[in-house]
């Protein structure tokens, strides 16, 4: 079954910087990929996804990178914000939604 | 702006006991799905629901689990006998289509605690 790593778990960015967070995946019949934010105690969030007839993706600040051959995808937040703090996992699936999840990432926006 | 509802928010129940977590998804919303999430552990798939049978379970998703439609707006999941382990957030989620297409956004529940004791 697919497997799904991410890096780093935990990430520390002062206000302005850039965040990235990078994600592999095992299966190569995965076709899709979420990335789902996540505030304390809420409920996970789309924020971007990726399909795997596209290279990259952007919205405002957000974008996100993919490297079929290699099994890698990548979340790239500029300009971070306070606000930006919050745990971010990627996913990767198939048809059916029935995603696998990164272990997350712990983004802290420091002011 | 429409969204998964869950309920109730927490739940706390004797090991042992059955629970039936219930959800409403998106009303034109045609897949539907369970998740869970150990605290401070990653999402866990658990099952998806499409045209009032299961297209997928995961490995988590035993005998002890099951779900069902009773209605045309209620996604319910019920635990038969819990166990300790089964302590954790359960997300509902529902989706207009499925992966590769558009509109395959998954949009996720509140989520209902639930703690075994």
């Known amino acids: 079954g697919e497997n799904v790593e991410q890096h780093p778990s935990t990430l520390s960015v002062q206000e302005g910087d850039s965040a990235v967070i990078k994600c592999t995946y095992s299966?190569?019949?995965?076709?899709?990929f979420p990335w789902y934010k996540q505030e304390l105690g809420k409920r996970p969030q789309l924020i971007i996804d990726?399909?795997?007839?596209?290279g990259e993706k952007k919205d405002q600040r957000i974008a996100v990178t993919l490297n079929k051959t290699a099994k890698h995808f990548s979340l790239h937040i500029t300009e971070t914000q306070p606000e930006d703090s919050a745990v971010y996992f990627c996913?990767?699936?198939?048809?059916?939604?029935?995603?696998?999840f990164g272990p997350g990432t712990r983004l802290s926006v420091l002011p | 702006e429409p969204e998964v509802t869950q309920t109730p928010s927490h739940q706390v129940t004797q090991m042992g006991q059955e629970v039936i977590l219930r959800c409403v998804p998106i009303?034109?919303?045609?897949?539907f799905y369970w998740y869970r999430q150990i605290l401070g552990q990653k999402v866990e798939f658990l099952v998806s629901?499409?045209?009032?049978?299961?297209?997928?379970k995961s490995e988590i998703f035993d005998d002890q689990f099951s779900v069902e439609r009773p209605d045309g707006s209620n996604f319910t999941l019920k635990i038969r006998s819990t166990k300790l382990e089964d302590s954790a957030m359960y997300f509902c989620?529902?989706?207009?289509?499925?992966?590769?297409?558009?509109?395959?956004?998954?949009?996720f529940g509140q989520g209902t605690r639930l703690t075994v004791v």
């Open positions: 989620a529902s989706s207009l289509s499925r992966t590769g297409g558009a509109n395959t956004e998954a949009f």
């Open positions: 299966d190569s019949a995965s076709n899709y």
């Open positions: 990726i399909r795997s007839n596209v």
């Open positions: 996913a990767a699936g198939d048809y059916g939604q029935n995603f696998v």
């Open positions: 009303s034109n919303h045609l897949y």
């Open positions: 629901f499409y045209n009032n049978e299961i297209s997928e």
